[in-house]
């Protein structure tokens, strides 16, 4: 069963001799200071408290302006691209790429990086189902798969991942998978085979409108009243009443809604909590059905080609601009966004103005609310509307040769600990480790800080020091390998969000404000996950595509 919600592919490792030196740092326990990113925090908090504008100074025209240049955004202007459309621009914003930014480890100046890359946000595509077309049509645009329209299409056999997959750390031994062998008769084993039944009985039910219950896109779920009710419970809730109790099967279930959502099952909507197993039904030609798509610097591989396929359709690259929006003003005829670049000490002196015929937000909703006064009128009010949003650690470690492994299954791609704080970690070489175990890989550590709730986490994170981080990214890690780990990380770079994304808690389906900016019609329009309510790829695609859809 495959369920990561980011994903990490194959880097290239240098073999470099060991010096004396490098053997002599290995002989000692080293913690590296982390060198610590908090992006858009800064901007964001700028923007939260400011009180007067700099004057604007620049003015220029465009047809129609993109706020954000995360998958919503890069995706909305992929499709106006692919169009014919060439009026407009794309305000990267305070990080290039959103949620799905990646690193270069060797251009952030680590030693031994090399070629290295590694996520610094979500880094996993599963395979797309049949409503996912947006993202079928897309990967056919990139030279990712063949055919959009077949049942199962041949995907790029460099961008699949290989075995072995996944591997689970339990009372000090690696086993194969995350859940035990189901052919032993348990409690643990019934109410596995049954909970399991009863999602291959989901993948296909229908609604009374026709719809498959669960799809993704979410908008394209069934409305049927009866299943949409699920909606109105905790996933914990359901599998209390359906009397699912056994620790390792709710360990599992509670860490998938950890693992997608950033919150446990007592927070997610059962909706939510089945939706992630339910949904997802792609297949391919020259893959397992559960096979995912993997690259060394996570989606941003992705959002690396989206850049370059728009740049060859217009001919020029002057489409993606720095900066990020700090007002927008609507009127019956046009729309004025005031943007700046950041700085050092707060926003520059001078302001550009872009006076557009449409924008479309592509920035999470929490961020909209202070850019754009119209949106308490189109029906949305954050305090009543908007959904919280879980604050996540990513964390890479560079490592010179491994540790010694605990016995059992080697080292997959994505290792778990059982009852481990953090969310287990993947491996950036994972796909040369059955030619030869590469001498430098990065190892990208997942944490979502959900044992407390989002507000009292961020709270936290601006508190932490960079010890309280480190101990925090490397809790899984040091639970594999003990402090001998230590002797193995050349550098460690954690990347702090403290809104990585929307959770789906109870009501989210019904939410009355998404549902109005999902249905916005004037100059400007909204372009988000945050719409789905929770956040993933596809979803964020989707939103993004559709904006381009009624601007054309």
């Not at 000692?28 to 908090?38: A, F, G, K, Q």
């Not at 591997?167 to 084993?189: F, H, I, V």
């Not at 109410?191 to 498959?212: I, K, N, P, T």
């Not at 404000?513 to 372009?527: D, F, H, N, S, W």
Request: proline fraction near 6%.
């Amino acid at each position: 069963m495959r369920r990561r919600t980011f994903l990490l592919g194959a880097g290239q490792g240098c073999l470099l001799g060991a010096a004396a030196g490098t053997a002599y740092h290995r002989q000692r326990i080293v913690e590296p200071t982390p060198v610590v990113s908090v992006p858009g925090m800064r901007e964001g908090h700028q923007l939260r408290d400011l009180v007067r504008l700099p004057p604007s100074g620049t003015r220029e025209l465009a047809g129609i302006v993109i706020l954000g240049s995360g998958v919503a955004g890069l995706t909305c202007a992929w499709k106006l691209a692919q169009a014919g459309r060439h009026d407009f621009i794309v305000l990267a914003g305070p990080e290039p790429d959103g949620n799905a930014a990646g690193a270069d480890l060797a251009s952030s100046g680590a030693a031994h990086a090399d070629d290295l890359r590694c996520p610094t946000g979500a880094h996993y595509l599963p395979l797309p189902s049949t409503e996912s077309q947006h993202v079928r049509e897309l990967l056919a645009d990139l030279e990712l798969l063949d055919d959009p329209n077949a049942e199962r299409p041949a995907f790029d056999e460099r961008a699949l991942g290989h075995a072995p997959h996944e591997r689970l750390l339990r009372e000090g031994k690696w086993l194969d998978g995350l859940l035990p062998d189901m052919s032993t008769a348990s409690r643990q084993s019934t109410q596995q085979q049954r909970f399991f039944a009863v999602v291959e009985r989901l993948r296909e039910q229908r609604g009374s409108d026709g719809r498959r219950v669960f799809a993704i896109p979410a908008h394209l779920s069934s409305q049927d009243p009866q299943w949409r009710a699920l909606d109105r419970q905790t996933f914990a809730q359901w599998l209390k009443a359906e009397r699912y109790d056994a620790p390792a099967l709710r360990w599992y279930l509670d860490y998938c809604c950890r693992d997608d959502y950033g919150a446990g099952s007592e927070q997610v909507s059962a909706w939510a909590g089945l939706h992630y197993f339910a949904a997802r039904n792609g297949h391919a030609s020259n893959a397992q059905g559960d096979a995912v798509l993997t690259w060394p610097g996570g989606l941003s591989e992705l959002t690396r080609r989206m850049r370059e396929r728009i740049t060859a359709r217009l001919g020029h690259a002057r489409w993606l601009r720095p900066g990020f929006a700090v007002r927008i003003a609507d009127t019956a005829t046009h729309v004025d966004v005031l943007c700046a670049e950041g700085g050092a000490a707060g926003f520059p002196s001078q302001i550009t103005s872009i006076r557009a015929e449409r924008v479309v937000s592509a920035v999470p909703l929490h961020v909209l609310r202070h850019l754009w006064p119209g949106l308490q009128s189109s029906g949305y009010r954050h305090d009543q509307h908007g959904s919280p949003h879980a604050a996540w650690l990513v964390s890479n470690f560079l490592m010179e040769g491994l540790p010694t492994e605990a016995p059992g299954q080697p080292l997959a791609w994505d290792n778990v600990v059982e009852y481990g704080q953090g969310l287990g970690y993947v491996v950036s070489t994972h796909q040369l480790l059955r030619v030869a175990p590469p001498r430098h890989t990065v190892l990208t550590a997942y944490r979502a800080l959900d044992q407390q709730s989002p507000q009292a986490a961020r709270h936290w994170l601006l508190q932490a020091g960079p010890d309280q981080l480190r101990a925090h990214a490397a809790s899984d890690l040091l639970a594999a390998y003990g402090q001998s780990l230590w002797r193995h990380v050349r550098r460690l770079e954690i990347t702090v969000r403290g809104h990585a994304m929307a959770v789906p808690t109870p009501g989210f389906l019904d939410n009355p404000g998404l549902a109005a900016l999902r249905e916005l019609e004037g100059r400007v329009l909204v372009a988000h996950s945050d719409l789905s309510g929770y956040s993933i790829f596809e979803e964020a695609a989707w939103w993004g595509v559709h904006a381009a859809t009624s601007l054309l």
